[in-house]
DNA sequence: CTACTTTGTGATTCATCACTTACCTCCAAG
DNA sequence: CTTGGAGGTAAGTGATGAATCACAAAGTAG
């Protein structure tokens, strides 16, 4: 038997859910195996069962905390602000995570995807509800404008998965196709 | 054997890719099976491998096909028109299917997510340059609008993915999340 | 009629994967 | 010191699914 390093169990939902993130937000709820789920995160993959009963249930868990963690993220960045200021301040932490975070848009663009399974959907439902609802009262601003808002957000998240960032394009090599500059850059809140 | 009912290959390709339409896009890439896939197009499963070679294949050319028809779709709705009002004229018939090819929205999504195969990203990114292309010359807007008119399509994309259409929100029964029908309202042009 | 091409299928193969069962090993409380 | 629960695994199981192979039947040209 292979030397087995006990953790709390709370360590081992952390790991598991932290390479899920990276599982499935690559390859997708169909895509992503429960198998290279637990090698990530050192341990068995019957353990990841133990942990989180079946993959849709831990595939809902990796969208609850995605969710979670995001609408943390709109409340420290619109923090102390109201109105179009506090929705400029979301938006530019959002971008950011062009840069910083771009796994977690493309797992979000995976849990839009996985929305045929009823569950999944309801929990991805939840979670952009309460983003919209945050946005909306923080802001204060009317309709059209919270709909540019998160269009733009799902524009990033697009240009995520196709690997467009400025980070995808220096790790390849590749200079960045020009039309996706232009989108970005068009991204941009007026300054 | 089975009565088999000989039809020329053309109609056979068609009938595949509309049935992988339907597979692909409401199970994804990794999701839909090319079983199912045969089923629905009225023919067996080795033949589906024979047309068109393997899954990765057959994905591919349904996300080409998808691409064309949208950029034909573009193209018919600007036709004589130039500016702003191409693009507001794209909008609308962009927003026309949320009721009339909600398929084809999902499809899309699932065509982003799958991007993590390289040669279905490649097709995907050149799919989409060709749309953002056109809106761009057909219009001569600055990037910033392009960016909005391109970013309303993908939150229209996500809300079909999460099947809060007023269709889905018919056909389910339910009344519709008060956040998802402001989104939704937020999308129309300022008329 | 014969030979060849096109359209098609049944049966099978081989891999993967979600999930289970039965077990092991620490460690702390009585 | 022993017992019981919590943390963990090895070894399967059954299903599914992509891809292959060998073969069949329907047209078609000579």
Redesign the interface.
Known sequence: MVVVERKSKEERLTAVLDAALVEFG??????GSTEEIARQAGISQPYVFRLFGTKRDLFEALVNRCFSETLEMFERAADGLRGREALDAIGAAYMEQLLTDELRLRAQ??A?????DPEI?AA??RG??EL??FA?RVSGV???????F???G??L??IA????TPTDMAAGGVAA?P??I??????RP?S
């Open positions: 690559t390859k997708g709820y169909h895509g663009m995976q839009y995807s996985a929305c045929d959907c991805v439902r952009y509800g919209v609802s909306e009317e309709p059209a404008e919270i709909s540019s998160f269009a733009k799902m524009l998240n697009v998965s196709m690997g467009l196709e039309w996706a232009r989108l970005l850059e068009g991204c007026p």
